[in-house]
Nanobody, 129 residues
Framework: QVQLVESGGGSVQAGGSLRLSCAAS????????MGWFRQAPGKEREGVAV????????YYAVSVQGRFTISLDNAKNTVYLEMNNLKPEDTAMYSC??????????????????????WGQGTQVTVSS
């Protein structure tokens, strides 16, 4: 059974940092594109970042480039999202998602939630000004 469990959310002041973790079970991250998404109240879910199987390729939303870093520990079957210089507009529920496809196809439509069949429950991130 595929399962994704996020952790690491919390409340921070603007300019602070958080690291989110997503532990995967029931499949190997070596075969899946792993993505982070977020959804703020009243807004649509948006793609934040995705990493290819094996971690060789990464894609980011323009709004987080230079501040967020996605990484993958295949040995632990865990994907991370390091978030620095957080802004109030980063406040949202953050969820990880998994999509089985080759690394070369990971970037195609990566930010579309409909592409991902497996989702975690999410972890809340709140950034105060």
């Amino acid at each position: 059974q595929v399962q994704l469990v996020e952790s690491g959310g919390g409340s921070v002041q603007a300019g602070g940092s958080l690291r989110l973790s997503c532990a995967a079970s029931g499949f190997t991250s070596r075969s899946y594109c792993m993505g982070w998404f977020r959804q703020a109240p009243g807004k649509e879910r948006e793609g934040v970042a995705v990493i290819s199987p094996g971690g060789g390729t990464r894609y980011y939303a323009v709004s987080v480039q230079g501040r967020f870093t996605i990484s993958l520990d295949n040995a632990k079957n865990t994907v991370y999202l390091e978030m620095n210089n957080l802004k109030p507009e980063d406040t949202a529920m953050y969820s990880c998602a998994a999509d089985r496809r080759p690394a070369i196809l990971c970037g195609d439509g990566w930010s579309l939630p409909s592409r991902y069949p497996h989702w975690g429950q999410g972890t809340q991130v709140t950034v105060s000004s």
